[in-house]
């Protein structure tokens, strides 16, 4: 298994639940000091430094992963980034490309890198990370929430057009989860807490194998917001927020 941003938060968490679940694990990240550090503290786990950002860096990232784990049969695009923004600053335009790069280009990039290997196994998954807020935008991370709906949609062409082949694909839609994705978040006591995450999302994949989105209960409020008539009153709300 390969976490993609697997360094800190809901990736790293996952990562050590399937490692000792016994599963063979890869947590991948730009930093080599928290690589190296997560290597030290759990043993087993390999670490890989990977740039989703780069597409240099995924592709050596692949020959890494296809010369030492060729068995490699899970994908999990987990890294991505969350900023604020004020669209009537100019000044908005890095953020917003920074966030597509990383949040959008960087799973399509990785997932077109190791898909030929994925398909190369009997029985592989794909595992892509949308958000709640794919459904109902926080309008003070308008590229996030973009980027997020992308994903969703992106996923969903994805399964099928490998519908038939060995590869499953499946979405993770977290809510708002206590990690460090934005100042603060890990201290919001209205966000998720992170291990009831992770101990719900593993719950899930473990006791639902044919699952196509994960979506623990606190994500259903965003999630099924447009279809259950609530859309426009959980817009209000999130617009209240400042992040």
Known sequence: MLFTGGTSGIGLGLALRFAEAGNTVIVAGRRKELLDRIVAEH???SALQLDVADPASIAAAYETVRRDHPQLDVLVTMAGI?????????????????TVTTNLLGPIRTVNAFLPLLLSQDDATIATVSSG??????????????????????TESLRVQ?????????????????????????????????????TETFNILQSQPDVREVLVDRVRFLRFAEVEGRYDDVLALLSGRAS
């Open 43 to 45: 043993p087993g786990i």
């Open 162 to 198: 490998l519908a038939g082949s060995s590869v499953q694909v499946v979405e993770l839609v977290p809510p708002a989860v206590r990690t460090d994705l934005m100042p603060g978040h890990a201290d919001d006591e209205s966000a998720m807490p992170l291990e009831e995450y992770l």
């Open 82 to 98: 969350m900023q604020p923004e004020d669209l009537r600053d100019p000044g908005h335009l890095a953020v917003a490309e920074a």
């Open 133 to 154: 807020l794919a459904f109902v935008p926080l309008p003070a991370t308008p590229t996030y929430n973009a980027t997020k709906a992308a994903i969703h949609s992106w």
